[in-house]
């Protein structure tokens, strides 16, 4: 059963935050608010986390996982780019927009991408989510909760606690979030490719 943390959405009760770090610490899987919509969050290097993602989202090998980064110098140490690139990402970060990059040697392997060695990376314009990675001191393994079969990903903090409430062990309510994954923009090849448009404005990666 999911503990249910109802928190204020542009400050967050430390010592809620506190109990969600110690639950992600101690091998949870927790359902949380972005500046898009709402991602499943576990601790970096989690296997079983990662496994049950993989189940509630039903997600092949070749899904690409993200690493939600509090900022460009945490972000740095998990992925590679160049001066161009970092410019064109600095640009629009922190935002709605996830970026998929070659990843270091910091990165789990079975977080990459199986042939291109890529992972996602992003750094969320969110109180909670800012937070919750100040409370860890690294980033936090995640995927967009978008349920198969479901266009839209889910975006209510109650209606997840009552869907999911047996395979989850906490939800983060800050009230409604975005209805709209986030935009993902491919920079492996080290030009912007758009794979997905979502929250982020792809005008200046066009």
């Known amino acids: 059963m999911a503990r249910y943390f109802d928190v204020h959405p542009d400050d967050p009760q430390p010592r809620s935050i506190s109990q969600v770090g110690d639950i992600l610490r101690d091998g949870g899987l927790v359902a949380y608010p972005t500046d898009s919509c709402y991602a499943l969050g576990a601790q970096l290097g989690n296997k079983d986390a990662l496994d049950r993602i993989k189940s509630i989202r039903q997600l092949d090998d070749k899904h690409h996982f993200t690493l939600i980064c509090k900022d460009f110098a945490q972000m740095g140490q998990f992925v590679m780019m160049n001066n161009d690139v970092f410019r064109a990402i600095k640009a629009v970060t922190p935002g709605s927009y996830t970026f998929i990059l070659p990843a270091t040697k910091e ?15 992003r750094i969320p314009d969110n109180a909670v989510v800012q937070a919750l990675l100040a409370e860890l001191g690294e980033p936090l393994l995640s995927s967009t909760l978008l349920l198969p079969d479901e266009p839209e990903p889910m975006v209510q903090g109650w209606e997840i606690k009552e869907l999911l409430d047996h395979v989850l062990d906490a939800v983060i309510d800050a009230g409604d979030c975005g209805a709209e994954p986030t935009t993902v923009i491919d920079f492996s090849s080290g030009s912007a490719e ?7 404005d792809t005008s200046r990666f066009e």
Do not use: Q, S
Not at 194 to 200: C, E, H, K, P, S
């Open 107 to 121: 990165v789990p392997r079975r977080m990459m991408h199986p042939k291109k060695k890529t992972v996602g990376v």
């Open 194 to 200: 758009i794979v997905r448009r979502g929250m982020g």
